[in-house]
C-alpha cells in the first residue's frame, strides 16, 4: 500500500510540475508576443497581414509575436496639395505629435484624421483629400509611434485617446474653425471614442470606421485568423499587454467608451471585416445614445472602405455630414 501510495504521490507531483511549467511558458510567450505587438524597432520588420503569412511565419507569431518596424513614409505634404503643410503639436508631458494641415476656402470646416495600427497619417490621403474635395479643411495626424511624431510604441488606442486631446486643444487654439469632425479608422477610432469618455472632448461630429467593441474581442479574432484557438492565450496576451503599458487591458472597450458620446456619429464597417467584426461594430453602435448611423460596405474587410468603395463612401460621409449642418 505505500508503494502505490507513493507512485501516486510522484505522480501527481510530476503532473503539477508539468502544469506550473506549462503556465510559465504561456506567460513567458504572452509577454513576449505583447511586447513585440505594442513596440516598434528600427530593426523591426515589415508589417505583413495575417492571412499573407507563411506557416513558419504564423508558428513565430505565436511563440514570440512579431516586432514590427516603426510607421513611416517618405511624402511631403505638398503631395497632398499645395496648401498643405507640417505642424509639431506638443505640450508639457505629452508626446510630440507630428501632423499635416491643408486649409481649403476659409478654412470655417475642419476634419481631423486619426490612423490605425501599425500605420500613419499617409495611410488616409485618399481620404483626406475626399473630404477637401467637399470643401473641409484637414488635420492629419501621427499617433505616438508613428513617423513624425515622438515615442516608439502603441497602446491600441488607449494612451492615443489623449494625443486626441492634445491635438483638438491646438487645432482650436491655432485655426480656430466653427465646426470640428473627428475621423478614426480602426485603432484610430477607437482612440477618438476613449478621447470623449475619458477627456470630455466636445466637436460637431463623429466618423469611425473599422471600430472594434473590446480589446479581447479584436485579439481574439487575430487567433481565429491564425487558426487556433484564442482561449487561454488571448487572455493572457491582454492580461501583459495592459501591465506593460499601464493599463487594465480587459477595461479597454470601445463599446463602453461610446456611451459618453453626445454628439452625431457615424459607423462605416466592412460586412467581411475579421478583425473588428460587424457584430463586435454594432456592440459599439447599440451603446451610442446620441444620433447615429450605421453604414455596411459589402465585400469589405479590415482595409479603407474609401478604396474598396470610393462612390458609396463618400455618398455616405456627405450625406451624414448635409443632415446634421456640417
Same mark, same amino acid.
Given at each position: 500500500?505505500?508503494?502505490?501510495?507513493?507512485?501516486?504521490?510522484?505522480?501527481?507531483?510530476?503532473?503539477?510540475?508539468?502544469?506550473?511549467?506549462?503556465?510559465?511558458?504561456?506567460?513567458?510567450?504572452?509577454?513576449?508576443?505583447?511586447?513585440?505587438?505594442?513596440?516598434?524597432?528600427?530593426?523591426?520588420?515589415?508589417?505583413?497581414?495575417?492571412?499573407?503569412?507563411?506557416?513558419?511565419?504564423?508558428?513565430?507569431?505565436?511563440?514570440?509575436?512579431?516586432?514590427?518596424?516603426?510607421?513611416?513614409?517618405?511624402?511631403?505634404?505638398?503631395?497632398?496639395?499645395?496648401?498643405?503643410?507640417?505642424? &509639431?503639436?506638443?505640450?508639457? @508631458?505629452? +508626446? $510630440?505629435?507630428? *501632423?499635416? #494641415?491643408?486649409? =481649403?476656402?476659409?478654412?470655417?470646416?475642419?476634419?481631423?484624421?486619426?490612423?490605425?495600427?501599425?500605420?500613419?497619417?499617409?495611410?488616409?490621403?485618399?481620404?483626406?483629400?475626399?473630404?477637401?474635395?467637399?470643401?473641409?479643411?484637414?488635420?492629419?495626424?501621427?499617433?505616438?509611434?508613428?513617423?513624425?511624431?515622438?515615442?516608439?510604441?502603441?497602446?491600441?488606442?488607449?494612451?492615443?485617446?489623449?494625443?486626441?486631446?492634445?491635438?483638438?486643444?491646438?487645432?482650436?487654439?491655432?485655426?480656430?474653425?466653427?465646426?470640428?469632425?473627428?475621423?478614426?479608422?480602426?485603432?484610430?477610432?477607437?482612440?477618438?471614442?476613449?478621447?470623449?469618455?475619458?477627456?470630455?472632448?466636445?466637436?460637431?461630429?463623429?466618423?469611425?470606421?473599422?471600430?472594434?467593441?473590446?480589446?479581447?474581442?479584436?485579439?481574439?479574432? &487575430?487567433?481565429?485568423?491564425? @487558426?487556433? +484557438? $484564442?482561449?487561454? *492565450?488571448? #487572455?493572457?496576451? =491582454?492580461?501583459?499587454?495592459?501591465?506593460?503599458?499601464?493599463?487594465?487591458?480587459?477595461?479597454?472597450?470601445?463599446?463602453?467608451?461610446?456611451?459618453?458620446?453626445?454628439?452625431?456619429?457615424?459607423?462605416?464597417?466592412?460586412?467581411?471585416?475579421?478583425?473588428?467584426?460587424?457584430?463586435?461594430?454594432?456592440?459599439?453602435?447599440?451603446?451610442?445614445?446620441?444620433?447615429?448611423?450605421?453604414?455596411?460596405?459589402?465585400?469589405?474587410?479590415?482595409?479603407?472602405?474609401?478604396?474598396?468603395?470610393?462612390?458609396?463612401?463618400?455618398?455616405?460621409?456627405?450625406?451624414?455630414?448635409?443632415?446634421?449642418?456640417?
Amino acid at each position: 500500500m505505500n508503494t502505490g501510495s507513493n507512485k501516486l504521490k510522484r505522480f501527481a507531483i510530476i503532473f503539477i510540475g508539468i502544469l506550473l511549467v506549462a503556465f510559465v511558458a504561456v506567460n513567458v510567450f504572452a509577454y513576449q508576443h505583447a511586447y513585440a505587438m505594442m513596440n516598434f524597432s528600427d530593426q523591426g520588420v515589415r508589417a505583413i497581414k495575417l492571412e499573407d503569412m507563411s506557416l513558419g511565419q504564423k508558428l513565430e507569431a505565436l511563440l514570440l509575436g512579431v516586432n514590427p518596424s516603426r510607421p513611416s513614409a517618405d511624402i511631403a505634404p505638398a503631395a497632398l496639395g499645395e496648401h498643405c503643410a507640417s505642424v &509639431r503639436i506638443a505640450e508639457p @508631458g505629452s +508626446p $510630440s505629435i507630428g *501632423a499635416w #494641415h491643408c486649409a =481649403v476656402d476659409d478654412n470655417q470646416r475642419l476634419v481631423v484624421l486619426f490612423h490605425g495600427y501599425l500605420m500613419s497619417k499617409s495611410s488616409l490621403m485618399a481620404e483626406a483629400r475626399a473630404f477637401m474635395q467637399a470643401g473641409f479643411s484637414v488635420l492629419l495626424v501621427d499617433f505616438r509611434g508613428s513617423w513624425e511624431s515622438s515615442e516608439a510604441y502603441t497602446t491600441i488606442g488607449y494612451l492615443e485617446a489623449d494625443d486626441v486631446a492634445v491635438v483638438l486643444r491646438y487645432a482650436r487654439q491655432h485655426f480656430a474653425p466653427e465646426k470640428v469632425v473627428l475621423y478614426g479608422q480602426s485603432m484610430g477610432a477607437v482612440a477618438v471614442l476613449r478621447a470623449i469618455h475619458s477627456h470630455a472632448i466636445k466637436v460637431d461630429a463623429v466618423i469611425v470606421e473599422a471600430v472594434f467593441d473590446r480589446l479581447l474581442n479584436t485579439i481574439k479574432n &487575430r487567433f481565429d485568423v491564425l @487558426g487556433v +484557438p $484564442s482561449f487561454p *492565450a488571448a #487572455h493572457i496576451l =491582454v492580461f501583459w499587454g495592459g501591465v506593460q503599458a499601464g493599463f487594465n487591458g480587459f477595461s479597454h472597450n470601445p463599446a463602453d467608451y461610446a456611451q459618453a458620446v453626445s454628439m452625431p456619429i457615424l459607423f462605416l464597417h466592412g460586412e467581411q471585416d475579421n478583425r473588428a467584426t460587424l457584430q463586435d461594430a454594432y456592440h459599439v453602435f447599440e451603446a451610442v445614445q446620441a444620433p447615429k448611423h450605421f453604414s455596411v460596405f459589402p465585400d469589405t474587410v479590415h482595409e479603407s472602405h474609401l478604396a474598396r468603395h470610393p462612390e458609396k463612401w463618400k455618398s455616405e460621409v456627405t450625406q451624414f455630414l448635409s443632415d446634421h449642418q456640417i
